[in-house]
């Protein structure tokens, strides 16, 4: 008897400690969470804290003259058949080709951009009449020597290029260039933002936001005709002006004044 009421004084005693442990970690997470909700609460209704700041726009502009041309060579041909179309435009675009290549052109630098088939038709009584097939094949040239790119031109249409296109005289690699416009935009954005910092009588302190952007003319700007040859003299070669370029750089960067 003695025993099993020892035995239920202690399973009460063991009962009791984990009714308090429990009690004890409620009431410490309802706590924890009321404090948490005073936190929060002490920002509600407030406005946000705002830097005073100007925000300033730079522009860096670089003339450089191209290195590399850029020109489309077509070869179009119409016969009756899909077989005669093909061949002759096949034969004189591979003449072109080796032609272009004996320029010390590198084949990576020769790619063919386009090989359409179309049917030709004709109205007749109402009624659409094939009368034959047009092939068009075009290759893209990238002419890392332009002393080289009359010649090639020449050589082109003397071999049956029957259309150039797209001439252009880009700058292969123009990141030093862009380095020198995007300085040159950083300086003249600083150096408004401390004419106008004065002007407001404000204090420029540091510099809390920048973006840039950078654009380059596809075609170059011309200070003599670009390209002039008569297609139907096939022994002219033309003369090729590349001009400059210009690569040009904006900046926008956010100054901190006090």
């Known amino acids: 008897m003695k025993n099993f009421e020892t035995k239920k004084k202690y399973l009460t005693i063991i009962l009791l400690v984990i009714v308090s442990v429990f009690l004890i970690f409620s009431i410490a997470l309802i706590f924890v969470n009321i404090n948490n909700k005073i936190q929060t609460g002490k920002y509600i209704g407030q406005e946000i804290e705002f830097k005073n ?6 522009e860096g502009i670089v003339y450089a003259i191209p290195d590399t041309g850029l020109i489309s060579i ?16 096949t034969a004189k ?56 790119a009359g010649d090639i031109i020449q050589q082109a249409t003397s071999n049956g ?8 005289f880009i700058i ?23 004419e106008i910092g004065k002007e ?23 200070r003599t005709k670009g390209l002039s040859y008569a297609m139907e003299d096939s022994t002219s070669v033309p003369q090729i002006e590349t001009g400059e370029n210009e690569i040009k750089v904006n900046v926008n960067i956010t100054f901190e004044i006090i």
Not at 74 to 89: D, G, P, R
Not at 200 to 222: A, C, H, K, W
């Open 53 to 58: 700041t100007i925000y300033i726009a730079g």
């Open 200 to 222: 407001l009588g404000v204090e420029i302190i540091r510099i809390v936001d920048f973006n840039e952007s950078s654009t380059q003319p596809i075609m170059p700007m011309y």
């Open 161 to 168: 290029a029957n259309s150039i296109s797209d001439l252009q």
């Open 74 to 89: 077509s070869v179009i041909t119409e016969k009756l058949t899909v077989e005669l179309a093909m061949s002759e435009n």
């Open 93 to 148: 675009m591979n003449k072109i080709i080796s032609g272009i290549k004996k320029q010390r052109v590198k084949e990576k630098d020769i790619k063919t951009t386009k090989l359409n088939i179309y049917p030709k038709y004709n109205w007749e009584e109402k009624q659409r009449k094939l009368i034959g097939y047009e092939v068009r094949q075009t290759i893209k040239i990238k002419i890392r020597d332009l002393d080289k």
């Open 172 to 194: 292969d690699n123009e990141d030093e260039l862009k380095k020198q416009a995007r300085t040159l935009a950083i300086k003249q954005a600083k150096a408004k933002a401390k």
